[in-house]
C-alpha cells in the first residue's frame, strides 16, 4: 500500500512540475521568506518507556481503586517537577451503568504568560475489563498501551518543556479520566472525563489547537487520518502528518483516511471548540480485522506490547510541532 501513495505524491511532483512557471522575481518585489525549520530537542524513549512502566507497576488504574488514587498522586507529583504548576479538575461522573466514578482531570501549564497555547492530552484510566478477549472477558488487564502509552510520551514532553521552554507558546497537558469505561453499543458512553471537562473548560485561555494521543506505544503501530480529526481540524492533521514526514516517521504516521473513533478528541472538538485531532494506533492494516490492533482491551495489552521506537516516533513528530509554531 505504502507504494500506491508513494505514487500519488510523486504524481504530484510531475504537476507542479508541468505546472505554469512562475514568473522572476523583479527586485522591487518583497521575497517571502520561509520560516526556517527549528530542530526540537530530541524525545528520549527510555524515559517515556520508563513512565509507562510506571504507570503499569500500580496495577490497572481503574476509577474508585487505591492503584487509581496512587496513580493520580504520582502523576501529579511528576508534572508538578516540569511544569510551572499544576491542577486537577475533580468529579463525580456516571457511568452508563450506573456506577460513580470520581474522576480527576490532570493539569500542567507550561508558559502560562502566553495566550496562544497548544494542548496535548491522553487518558490516563484503564478500562475495567478485558471484553476483547474471549477467554477473560470480565478480568482487568494492565493498559500498558491503552492509556499507559499516551501519559508516557506525555510526560517525557513534560520533561523537555522544563528543560527546553518554549519561546512562542504555551502548553496546556491535561490527563483525561474516566475515558474507558464505555458501552461499545452506547454513544456518549466513554470519554466521560474529557466530556465533563469540555464543559466545564478551566483555564483561562483556550488553546487554539489540540492533539490527543491514545495508544501510541505498541510495536508495528499505525497512525491514519482519523475521520474526526480531518472533520474538525484538517489543517492540524497536515502539521503532524507533514511533521511526520520531516522527521522520517511516515511509515508510522500514514496517509490513509480512516472512520471517526470516538475518542477524547471528538468531545474537545464539538463542545470545547478547540480543533483536536486524534493519534491513535487505528489502522485497515492492523492484524486480520483490522482496526486497534490485536492487544487492544485483552490481556495482551501489557509491557510486552510496547516498542521504545513508536514512543520515539510519536513522541519526535509532537515535538517537532510545537518546536515550530
Ligand atoms: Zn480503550
Same mark, same amino acid.
Given at each position: 500500500m505504502k507504494k500506491i501513495y508513494y505514487t500519488g505524491l510523486l504524481g504530484l511532483a510531475l504537476l507542479s512540475a508541468c505546472g505554469p512557471k512562475k514568473p522572476k522575481e523583479t527586485p522591487d518585489k518583497p521575497v517571502v521568506q520561509e520560516v526556517p525549520h527549528k530542530q526540537a530537542p530530541g524525545f528520549n524513549a527510555d524515559s517515556a518507556y520508563y513512565f509507562v512502566e510506571k504507570q503499569v507497576s500500580f496495577g490497572p488504574r481503574i476509577p474508585n481503586t487505591a492503584a487509581h488514587d496512587k496513580c493520580a498522586d504520582w502523576l501529579l507529583k511528576e508534572l508538578a517537577r516540569y511544569a510551572d504548576s499544576t491542577y486537577v479538575q475533580a468529579a463525580t461522573l456516571r457511568t452508563w451503568d450506573g456506577k460513580d466514578l470520581e474522576s480527576k482531570n490532570i493539569h500542567a501549564y507550561f508558559g502560562p504568560q502566553h495566550a496562544r497555547r497548544v494542548m496535548l492530552s491522553a487518558h490516563w484510566d484503564t478500562r475495567p475489563f478485558s471484553d476483547e478477549d474471549p477467554a477473560t472477558p470480565s478480568k482487568t488487564f494492565d493498559g500498558a498501551d491503552d492509556g499507559g502509552s499516551g501519559v508516557g510520551v506525555l510526560l517525557e514532553i513534560a520533561r523537555v518543556l522544563k528543560s527546553s521552554p518554549l519561546q512562542n507558546i504555551g502548553v496546556d497537558i491535561v490527563l483525561f479520566d474516566s475515558e474507558d469505561w464505555g458501552n461499545p453499543t452506547m454513544n456518549d458512553s466513554y470519554c466521560l472525563g474529557s466530556q465533563h471537562w469540555a464543559r466545564n473548560f478551566p483555564g483561562k485561555y483556550k488553546p487554539y489547537f489540540a492533539i490527543n494521543l491514545d495508544m501510541v506505544g505498541a510495536a508495528g503501530a499505525r497512525f491514519c487520518r482519523e475521520g474526526f480529526s480531518t472533520q474538525y481540524a484538517a489543517a492540524y492533521v497536515n502539521k503532524v502528518w507533514n511533521a511526520a514526514a520531516r522527521t522520517g516517521y511516515s511509515s508510522y504516521f500514514l496517509m490513509e483516511d480512516v472512520p471517526g473513533v470516538l475518542d477524547d478528541h471528538y468531545y474537545v472538538s464539538t463542545l470545547s471548540g478547540i480543533p483536536a485531532i486524534d493519534i491513535i494506533n487505528y489502522s485497515r492494516f492492523n492484524g486480520s480485522q483490522g482496526g486497534f490492533g490485536a492487544h487492544?482491551? /485483552?490481556? &495482551? $495489552? &501489557?509491557?510486552?506490547?510496547?516498542?521504545? &521506537? /513508536?514512543?520515539?516516533?510519536?513522541? /519526535? +513528530? +509532537?515535538? $517537532? +510541532?510545537?518546536y515550530n509554531e
Open positions: 487492544w482491551h /485483552t490481556q &495482551n $495489552d &501489557n509491557m510486552k506490547i510496547i516498542d521504545k &521506537n /513508536t514512543l520515539h516516533a510519536v513522541g /519526535t +513528530v +509532537v515535538l $517537532d +510541532v510545537l
